[in-house]
């Protein structure tokens, strides 16, 4: 990519590229047609309105059944780098969701609506350039992130079952909340929180995540350090305040215990790889 953002409108009869792999983030707006999206080793049926993410170094192709008009949206490191709104990193939200999700994204109606006006506006700008055409651009691919970021919240995370109790969801989101908190984000602290009794909230949180609440704690807090290191120019020291580490030793002991491989080491191969 030669620009932080890049918008294309693609009318194709069958998908170009076969299990290509690249280094930035995409959405993928089906404007109409139908067919299958193979990612890592998945199959995804697609339709006319859907929203679909690809992630960078996800393998993917696309398998049309009827000729189908893609509007890609294209998103390099810089972009994500700089986005922040509102203390608010919706790309952040969709980085570390995309992964465990497949297909159409989009789960508010309301929300259909909107993504399809934006897609149209973008086409509209791709087709007649004028003055301003690339802030306009901008801003239509914010609102198309921010309400990215407002389904994927509404989803269930991996591992969460379908007949989860109401209150895992709002447990696990006062955590990703305040991932940033240590200790907010003790046991203790949380079963006081939500009025549960400390012996009992890890054999809930378990029977309802299928995982421990420390394994769900250090394993989202390990993604937004991932993010940190391959998004960013945040140096090691700052990533240690931010996320409430006693020094740099601390940290690197967490991310080696989950990785084997040091954060300066994590961070290098991922600039060699892009």
């Given amino acids: 990519m030669h620009q932080s953002v890049e918008v294309l409108y693609k009318k194709v009869d069958e998908c170009p590229i076969v299990n290509s792999k ?31 993410l690809l992630t960078p170094n996800d393998y993917h192709n696309f398998d ?11 998103i390099n490191n810089e972009y994500v780098k700089e986005y922040r709104s509102k203390s608010i990193d919706h790309i952040e939200c969709l980085l570390h969701y995309a992964s465990h999700l497949s297909g159409c994204i989009l789960k508010r109606k309301a929300d259909e609506f909107l993504v399809r006006s934006i897609a149209e506006s973008l086409i509209y700008a791709i087709d007649n350039k004028d003055i301003y055409d690339e802030d306009l651009i901008t801003h239509y691919v914010n609102a198309l992130i921010v309400i990215a970021a407002r389904n994927i919240a509404i989803i269930k995370p991996s591992g969460v079952k379908e007949n989860a109790d109401k209150r ?30 400390d012996t009992y909230l890890g054999s809930y949180f378990k029977s309802n995540c299928g995982e421990t609440l420390q394994s769900f704690v250090s394993n989202y807090k390990l ?8 998004f960013s120019d945040m140096r090691i020291n700052e990533i240690v305040d931010e996320f409430g580490f006693s020094d740099e030793s601390h940290l690197n002991k ?21």
């Fill in 22 to 52: 690249f280094s930035f983030f995409q959405m993928v707006y089906v404007v109409s047609g139908t067919g299958f999206l193979h990612i890592n080793g998945n199959s995804i049926s697609y339709q006319t309105g859907n929203l679909m």
């Fill in 64 to 74: 049309i059944t009827t000729t189908t008009e893609f509007l890609l949206v294209k």
């Fill in 168 to 197: 895992i969801l709002e447990i696990i989101s006062y955590i990703q909340t305040n991932i940033f908190f240590p200790e907010k984000l003790k046991a203790s602290a949380i079963a006081e929180k939500f009025d549960i009794s």
């Fill in 223 to 230: 993604r937004l350090i991932e993010h940190r290191l391959t």
């Fill in 254 to 274: 967490f991310f080696k215990k989950h990785n084997e491989i040091s954060l300066t080491a994590y961070r290098k191969a991922k600039v060699l790889s892009n």
